[in-house]
């Protein structure tokens, strides 16, 4: 049973008649025994860009407080 199912799944449809017909060898040997020259030479580019990205200038919502006396004078006030 599992056989006959895996058999259908590998199937394929047959080919219409317009369709060109492909043959793969069965076997494919590659011998990597034998060295391989590859000759060539590195191509750079002519031209380089140098950019530096320059970052966003925002307006900061942060104030920074150098001191608290209003804070301190007023609580002081909540309390008596």
């Given amino acids: ?3 006959l199912l895996s058999t259908l ?3 394929q449809p047959a080919p219409t008649p317009d369709a060109p ?5 069965e076997r494919t040997e590659v011998n990597f025994e034998r060295g391989l020259d590859i000759e ?3 191509v ?3 031209i380089s860009q140098v950019s530096e990205a320059r970052r966003a200038a925002f307006a900061s919502f942060i104030r920074l407080r150098v ?3 209003d804070e301190i004078r007023s609580s002081a006030a909540l309390v008596r």
């Fill in 67 to 69: 001191d608290f006396d």
């Fill in 44 to 46: 750079k580019p002519a």
């Fill in 21 to 25: 017909k492909v043959r793969y060898a």
């Fill in 1 to 3: 049973m599992i056989w």
């Fill in 40 to 42: 060539g030479e590195l």
């Fill in 9 to 11: 799944a590998l199937a």
